[in-house]
């Protein structure tokens, strides 16, 4: 590209050097050309000049679903050696989630040699699964959106997994919220579609179309605007809080002025309607939505428009797709691989890890450190104090907080779906359409009253919606409920070793597992009969398993973090040279979030916006999938 590049340059030289230049031309006629050209240059470099990660080639034919476990656990479970160590890294990743796999898979596609590090005995983070007594169980995926053939989402996983990850859409309806209790308890249905999930809502809620109308208009604009946001973290730091700061940014775009609003301040002007309070906000992740930003719920609620999504396979064939693409062009996915400290150079560069256990440190070097393990375990844990003090690090650490911890029951049945009555349909359940107050109430709670007091809860099947997992788990069925605590409730147990926590915990969890068992059980009462399995994970699980600080979910997603100015300064480069974070802690939680932490981080290191990249490539397959679509129509036709 570069060598056409030049060729073309040459030729317009020597082409413009054969006109007859009039004497009387002035030298800034000449320049307004000049300039036009030396622009249109750099843009032409800067999108085709360089390697990009993204091509149609790198596509392969979709592959049968690997079945046999060893060799999956060969991609997923191939433990730390000094031995494993690829020669002459470019980069290591500390962390495994989907944020550390995709800027590793998009560092090694264009010949970085990259080293994922992860410190459990599983890649994949959020994202992978276990199997117990012959059940599979997901620890954070239950369903994604925009992955429509085409969509930039779905574009972006096939060119990390080569094309090899499979959806199956849930169908309609893909949520059942149900709120209140007892006689007076409500049933709604959320629909996917680009008009039919506003037009669903309206029918349901007749009084309040105009408030609806209203809410699918910000939702558009939060969607359609969010990259405003993301370049924030890509422009160089003092340009994006020039713009803000001089409020240039808000005429630019309204997306900065409603990621600053508070979901419950905004919809006050629009509606009384509680429980249509409740829907706009019924993606629960711990922030009361009188504290949480408008543009987050717009957008996760926009998220499901085109479909919910799931994995054929379960949620770990994400990592384990992604790890075999890593591989493949020469990079390694190591498990069981603590990383205890950041090496420094002398010039305060980062420019390595320590890896292990402490009887058997190793240091692994490599010019380029990122870090999927969070902003709090970064800085706070992985750092020398010294460097941690840093100013802009210690702004970048009081602006957050660590989130809500997960509570989560996995269940087993010795029944098929059809014999439990269940389906692919997600049912969240609200004991009070007033979230607000809900949540300040839970939440606040003494550790004792908690566990008979959980007032919402996600119930999901996962083996109900992947028919796949008929030949996984024949004849059986998985159950995942979900809700929040808080980290204090369980703290007491943190440095206990972690199947010998004593009677006590496991009396303290069984008794929220028992409440929300029996609250599943009233709307699938022949669930109760057939349990023949139950795990707990609890906040204090997920700091084990996933390092996770304080055992939170994510960071908490209050107004604070969505704050704009605050979005510029969270971005992937750090005040350490070379050291670079990716994940849900960089723009936002989910597993498209994790995505995308990881395509700015990629873009950072590269110093190359992929997005434009990406871009184009989508634009391509779309243009391609309209001639195919044609072709088809005219054979028909023959
Ligand atoms: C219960 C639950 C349900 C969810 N449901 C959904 C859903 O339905 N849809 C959706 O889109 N999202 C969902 N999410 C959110 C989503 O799973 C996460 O936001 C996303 O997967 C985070 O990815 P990540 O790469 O940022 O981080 P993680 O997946 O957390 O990865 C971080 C990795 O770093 C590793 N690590 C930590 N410290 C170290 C260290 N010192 N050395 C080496 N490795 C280390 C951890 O072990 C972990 O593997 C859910 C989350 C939870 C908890
Ligand atoms: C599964 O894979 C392992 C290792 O590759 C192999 O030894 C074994 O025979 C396979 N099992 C089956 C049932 O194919």
């Given at each position: 590209m570069a060598d056409g590049l030049t060729t073309t340059l040459n030729g317009l030289i020597n082409k413009l050097s054969g006109l007859a230049i009039p004497a009387d031309l002035s030298l800034w006629q000449l320049a307004l050309p000049a300039w036009f050209l030396v622009c249109f240059g750099v843009f032409y470099w800067y999108v085709f000049g360089r390697r990009s990660p993204f091509s149609v080639d790198s596509l392969r034919r979709k592959g049968p679903t690997e079945m046999n476990m060893s060799k999956r656990d060969e991609v997923l479970k191939k433990a730390f050696s000094e031995g494993r160590v690829p020669k002459g890294l470019d980069a290591i990743v500390i962390g495994s989630g989907v944020g550390g796999l995709t800027v590793a898979a998009l560092l090694a596609k264009v010949g970085k040699k990259v080293l994922v590090l992860e410190q459990?005995?599983?890649?994949?983070?959020?994202c992978h699964s276990y199997t117990e007594k012959g059940f599979q169980f997901d620890i954070g995926l239950n369903y994604v959106g925009?992955?429509?053939?085409?969509?930039l989402d779905r574009v972006a996983f096939d060119q990390i997994t080569e094309g090899q990850l499979d959806f199956v859409n849930l169908g309609e309806p893909f949520d059942t919220i149900y709120i209140g209790q007892g006689q007076t308890q409500r049933k709604y249905t959320i629909y996917t579609g680009k008009t039919e999930m506003e037009a669903h809502l309206k029918k349901q809620f007749p009084d309040d179309t105009e408030a609806i109308e209203k809410f699918f208009q910000v939702m558009k604009v939060c969607a359609r605007k969010t990259h405003h946001l993301a370049c924030l973290k890509l422009i160089p730091r003092w340009l994006a809080l020039f713009l803000l700061k001089t409020g240039i940014a808000d005429v630019l775009s309204s997306v900065y002025r409603y990621s600053s609003m508070s979901h419950t301040a905004w919809l006050d002007q629009l509606t009384s309607n509680k429980d249509l309070h409740t829907i706009f906000s019924y993606?629960?992740?711990?922030?009361?939505p009188k504290d949480s930003s408008l543009y987050v719920n717009a957008l996760l609620i926009h998220h499901y428009k085109r479909g919910a999504y799931y994995p054929k396979g379960g949620a770990s064939e994400i990592p384990y797709h992604i790890s075999n693409t890593i591989r493949n062009y020469g990079g390694e996915v190591l498990v069981s691989a603590p990383v205890r400290r950041i090496l420094l150079d002398k010039n305060g560069a980062a420019c390595g890890v320590v890896v292990g256990n402490s009887d058997s440190e190793v240091e692994v070097k490599a010019p380029i450190v990122i870090s999927n393990c969070g902003l709090f375990n970064t800085f706070k844990?992985?750092?020398p104090p010294q460097i941690s003090m840093k100013h802009e690090i210690q702004e970048r650490l009081h602006r957050v907080k660590p989130g809500r911890g997960s509570f989560i029951v996995f269940c087993g049945f010795d029944a098929t779906a059809e014999q439990l009555d269940i389906g692919p349909t997600n049912i969240r359940l609200y004991k009070d359409n007033d979230m607000n107050k809900m949540m300040d109430r839970y939440f606040n709670m003494y550790k004792d009253e908690a566990p008979d007091n959980v007032p919402m809860m996600l119930v999901t099947f996962p083996t109900a919606k992947d028919p796949t997992a008929k030949l996984r788990c024949p004849g059986k069925s998985c159950m995942t409920l979900v809700t929040m605590v808080n980290y204090e409730w369980f703290e007491?147990?943190?440095?206990?070793?972690v199947t010998k926590r004593g009677d006590q915990y496991l009396q303290y969890k069984t008794r929220f597992a028992k409440h929300m068992f029996d609250w599943a059980c009233l709307h699938f009462p022949k669930l109760k009969e057939k349990l023949v399995f139950q795990e707990v994970y609890t906040p204090l699980s997920n700091s084990h398993f996933l390092g996770a600080y304080q055992g939170s979910m994510y960071l908490q997603h209050n107004l604070d973090l969505f704050d704009p100015v605050f979005m510029a300064k969270n971005r992937c480069d750090t005040p350490v040279k070379n050291l670079y974070l990716t994940g849900q802690?960089?723009?936002?939680?989910g597993i498209s979030g994790a995505l995308h932490g990881g395509l700015l981080c990629a873009s950072s290191v590269l110093n190359h916006i992929l997005y434009w990249d990406l871009l184009f490539l989508k634009k391509k397959l779309k243009k391609a999938k309209a001639k195919q679509d044609a072709q088809q129509a005219k054979k028909k036709l023959h």
């Amino acid at each position: 590209m570069a060598d056409g590049l030049t060729t073309t340059l040459n030729g317009l030289i020597n082409k413009l050097s054969g006109l007859a230049i009039p004497a009387d031309l002035s030298l800034w006629q000449l320049a307004l050309p000049a300039w036009f050209l030396v622009c249109f240059g750099v843009f032409y470099w800067y999108v085709f000049g360089r390697r990009s990660p993204f091509s149609v080639d790198s596509l392969r034919r979709k592959g049968p679903t690997e079945m046999n476990m060893s060799k999956r656990d060969e991609v997923l479970k191939k433990a730390f050696s000094e031995g494993r160590v690829p020669k002459g890294l470019d980069a290591i990743v500390i962390g495994s989630g989907v944020g550390g796999l995709t800027v590793a898979a998009l560092l090694a596609k264009v010949g970085k040699k990259v080293l994922v590090l992860e410190q459990h005995e599983q890649a994949g983070g959020y994202c992978h699964s276990y199997t117990e007594k012959g059940f599979q169980f997901d620890i954070g995926l239950n369903y994604v959106g925009q992955l429509h053939e085409n969509s930039l989402d779905r574009v972006a996983f096939d060119q990390i997994t080569e094309g090899q990850l499979d959806f199956v859409n849930l169908g309609e309806p893909f949520d059942t919220i149900y709120i209140g209790q007892g006689q007076t308890q409500r049933k709604y249905t959320i629909y996917t579609g680009k008009t039919e999930m506003e037009a669903h809502l309206k029918k349901q809620f007749p009084d309040d179309t105009e408030a609806i109308e209203k809410f699918f208009q910000v939702m558009k604009v939060c969607a359609r605007k969010t990259h405003h946001l993301a370049c924030l973290k890509l422009i160089p730091r003092w340009l994006a809080l020039f713009l803000l700061k001089t409020g240039i940014a808000d005429v630019l775009s309204s997306v900065y002025r409603y990621s600053s609003m508070s979901h419950t301040a905004w919809l006050d002007q629009l509606t009384s309607n509680k429980d249509l309070h409740t829907i706009f906000s019924y993606f629960f992740y711990g922030v009361p939505p009188k504290d949480s930003s408008l543009y987050v719920n717009a957008l996760l609620i926009h998220h499901y428009k085109r479909g919910a999504y799931y994995p054929k396979g379960g949620a770990s064939e994400i990592p384990y797709h992604i790890s075999n693409t890593i591989r493949n062009y020469g990079g390694e996915v190591l498990v069981s691989a603590p990383v205890r400290r950041i090496l420094l150079d002398k010039n305060g560069a980062a420019c390595g890890v320590v890896v292990g256990n402490s009887d058997s440190e190793v240091e692994v070097k490599a010019p380029i450190v990122i870090s999927n393990c969070g902003l709090f375990n970064t800085f706070k844990n992985l750092l020398p104090p010294q460097i941690s003090m840093k100013h802009e690090i210690q702004e970048r650490l009081h602006r957050v907080k660590p989130g809500r911890g997960s509570f989560i029951v996995f269940c087993g049945f010795d029944a098929t779906a059809e014999q439990l009555d269940i389906g692919p349909t997600n049912i969240r359940l609200y004991k009070d359409n007033d979230m607000n107050k809900m949540m300040d109430r839970y939440f606040n709670m003494y550790k004792d009253e908690a566990p008979d007091n959980v007032p919402m809860m996600l119930v999901t099947f996962p083996t109900a919606k992947d028919p796949t997992a008929k030949l996984r788990c024949p004849g059986k069925s998985c159950m995942t409920l979900v809700t929040m605590v808080n980290y204090e409730w369980f703290e007491e147990w943190k440095d206990m070793p972690v199947t010998k926590r004593g009677d006590q915990y496991l009396q303290y969890k069984t008794r929220f597992a028992k409440h929300m068992f029996d609250w599943a059980c009233l709307h699938f009462p022949k669930l109760k009969e057939k349990l023949v399995f139950q795990e707990v994970y609890t906040p204090l699980s997920n700091s084990h398993f996933l390092g996770a600080y304080q055992g939170s979910m994510y960071l908490q997603h209050n107004l604070d973090l969505f704050d704009p100015v605050f979005m510029a300064k969270n971005r992937c480069d750090t005040p350490v040279k070379n050291l670079y974070l990716t994940g849900q802690d960089v723009f936002s939680c989910g597993i498209s979030g994790a995505l995308h932490g990881g395509l700015l981080c990629a873009s950072s290191v590269l110093n190359h916006i992929l997005y434009w990249d990406l871009l184009f490539l989508k634009k391509k397959l779309k243009k391609a999938k309209a001639k195919q679509d044609a072709q088809q129509a005219k054979k028909k036709l023959h």
